[in-house]
């Protein structure tokens, strides 16, 4: 397994470098990285393996921000940070920043050696034999401010750019447990099971369950349906759901979540458990009143605007509101906004299909992929030729 290390003075570059190699492992690159240098241009071209990082006290909160973009986007990279700040407050930011392993500053031998097994250990679970993702996804939720905003289509539309325009492993959870029609925006098969065919048995929840609950839609995209009849739903509770979330992020590197606009405990454990949760309004003015009261509520909640992001969705820009107002009423900034294309979003709810393969270079899906390449930190990938898209191939 390739490692990268990058340390402030020679003398630990070579501490590192023999350490690393005890443990049987391939240096590929060793940096002496100056006082105040900056952490992005070090980190060009490092996308899997190990990265053996020390921060000193004065760069450790730029460097966090730094590599919390990278870990989001390269779910193979693990960090382990090696800083003589062992703060809690720092150590919270540090596991916020996907950092695996922190090492007190200097660091003994025996230190790195321990952390470097704990990563190694993790990397040899990450891949198994059928390809599936073990490690921690991150959920990404949608909740509409009122009902028909357009979670559901946003949602699933997100889903297949993960999947299949930025190759990700993504499951989508149907989690508008009595109403839920996410399946129709993502295929024209009726799903054989769905999330309740899990919490029925949970004490049996593995893999291979949760495996023979979902849809495969792509290789790379599965969709864990709502339950058929609005009775079962309601059996549904919070802590079951927990048990589902914790495994599909095991085996998936992002779980959508298309949630139900009236919070009870199952959406409210689902929001809790989300890293990003996407507000999805419609423009104008009684959803805008809901949507304060959304926002408001999440709040209080705790969910600062690193989780929160606004969707203005059906945007017309010569509506009668315009996104300052609306983020004066509402008291979040606008994420994104996103046009309204009805012929080409009917369509594509009629079909089954992604918009992705309809109408490839409109609005709506243009805005999504935005949306998507910030939200994973990754640039779009070129696009992919014709003949990919027509065969379903990844970029
Ligand atoms: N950007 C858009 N332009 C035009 N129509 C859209 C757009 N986004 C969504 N729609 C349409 O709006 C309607 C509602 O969308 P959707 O079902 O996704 O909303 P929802 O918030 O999930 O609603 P519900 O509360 O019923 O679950 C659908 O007919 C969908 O096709
Ligand atoms: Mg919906």
């Given at each position: 397994?390739?490692?990268?290390?990058?340390?402030?003075?020679?003398?630990?570059?070579?501490?590192?470098?023999?350490?690393?190699?005890?443990?049987?492992?391939?240096?590929?690159?060793?940096?002496?990285?100056?006082?105040?240098?900056?952490?992005?241009?070090?980190?060009?071209?490092?996308?899997?393996?190990?990265?053996?990082?020390?921060?000193?006290?004065?760069?450790?909160?730029?460097?966090?921000?730094?590599?919390?973009?990278?870990?989001?986007?390269?779910p193979?990279?693990?960090?382990?940070?090696?800083?003589?700040?062992?703060?809690?407050?720092?150590?919270?930011?540090?596991?916020?920043?996907?950092?695996?392993?922190?090492?007190?500053?200097?660091?003994?031998?025996?230190?790195?050696?321990?952390?470097?097994?704990?990563?190694?250990?993790?990397?040899?679970?990450?891949?198994?034999?059928?390809?599936?993702f073990?490690?921690?996804g991150k959920v990404v939720?949608?909740?509409?401010?009122?009902?028909?905003?357009?979670?559901?289509?946003?949602?699933?539309?997100m889903a297949?750019?993960i999947a299949?325009?930025f190759?990700r492993r993504c499951v989508l959870?149907?989690?508008?447990?009595?109403?839920?029609?996410?399946?129709?925006?993502?295929?024209?098969?009726?799903?054989?099971?769905?999330?309740?065919?899990?919490?029925?048995?949970?004490?049996?929840?593995?893999?291979?369950?949760?495996?023979?609950?979902?849809?495969?839609?792509?290789?790379?995209?599965?969709?864990?349906?709502?339950?058929?009849?609005?009775?079962?739903?309601?059996?549904?509770?919070?802590?079951?759901?927990?048990?589902?979330?914790?495994?599909?992020k095991?085996?998936h590197e992002f779980v959508v979540?298309?949630?139900?606009?009236?919070?009870?405990?199952?959406?409210?454990?689902?929001?809790?458990?989300?890293d990003?949760?996407?507000?999805?309004?419609?423009?104008?003015?009684?959803?805008?009143?809901?949507?304060?009261?959304?926002?408001?509520?999440?709040?209080?909640?705790?969910?600062?605007?690193?989780?929160?992001?606004?969707?203005?969705?059906?945007?017309?820009?010569?509506?009668?509101?315009?996104?300052?107002?609306?983020?004066?009423?509402?008291?979040?900034?606008?994420?994104?906004?996103?046009?309204?294309?009805?012929?080409?979003?009917?369509?594509?709810?009629?079909?089954?299909?992604?918009?992705?393969?309809?109408?490839?270079?409109?609005?709506?899906?243009?805005?999504?992929?935005?949306?998507?390449?910030?939200l994973l930190?990754?640039?779009?990938?070129?696009?992919?030729?014709?003949?990919?898209?027509?065969?379903?191939?990844?970029?």
């Amino acid at each position: 397994m390739n490692t990268y290390l990058l340390a402030p003075d020679a003398a630990t570059v070579e501490l590192l470098r023999n350490t690393v190699q005890s443990q049987s492992l391939t240096v590929k690159s060793a940096l002496v990285r100056a006082a105040g240098q900056s952490l992005l241009p070090l980190l060009q071209n490092i996308e899997s393996g190990i990265l053996l990082l020390c921060s000193s006290q004065a760069q450790l909160a730029e460097d966090l921000e730094t590599l919390e973009s990278m870990t989001w986007s390269n779910p193979q990279l693990s960090v382990v940070l090696i800083s003589d700040s062992d703060t809690k407050e720092n150590l919270m930011r540090a596991m916020r920043a996907g950092i695996r392993e922190v090492v007190a500053s200097p660091p003994a031998q025996s230190d790195l050696i321990a952390a470097l097994r704990r990563v190694v250990g993790h990397h040899g679970k990450t891949r198994n034999a059928d390809d599936s993702f073990v490690g921690t996804g991150k959920v990404v939720a949608f909740i509409s401010c009122k009902g028909g905003s357009g979670s559901t289509f946003l949602a699933t539309n997100m889903a297949y750019l993960i999947a299949d325009t930025f190759n990700r492993r993504c499951v989508l959870v149907d989690l508008d447990l009595q109403y839920g029609d996410a399946s129709y925006y993502m295929s024209q098969d009726d799903a054989k099971n769905n999330i309740s065919d899990l919490t029925q048995q949970i004490d049996r929840l593995d893999a291979q369950l949760l495996s023979s609950c979902m849809q495969r839609i792509t290789p790379r995209l599965n969709l864990l349906a709502a339950p058929n009849e609005p009775g079962v739903a309601l059996a549904i509770t919070a802590n079951q759901l927990e048990q589902v979330l914790t495994l599909a992020k095991r085996m998936h590197e992002f779980v959508v979540l298309d949630l139900d606009s009236a919070i009870d405990a199952v959406t409210l454990k689902a929001l809790d458990m989300a890293d990003v949760v996407f507000v999805t309004m419609e423009c104008n003015l009684p959803v805008v009143r809901n949507a304060k009261r959304l926002v408001k509520l999440f709040h209080s909640l705790g969910y600062g605007d690193d989780k929160l992001k606004l969707l203005v969705n059906k945007f017309q820009s010569d509506g009668v509101l315009d996104v300052k107002s609306i983020e004066q009423a509402v008291a979040i900034k606008v994420n994104h906004t996103i046009p309204n294309q009805v012929e080409a979003v009917t369509e594509a709810f009629n079909l089954g299909r992604p918009l992705e393969l309809l109408h490839p270079q409109n609005g709506v899906l243009k805005a999504l992929r935005e949306i998507t390449s910030s939200l994973l930190h990754t640039p779009l990938p070129k696009t992919r030729g014709w003949m990919d898209r027509l065969m379903g191939k990844a970029a």
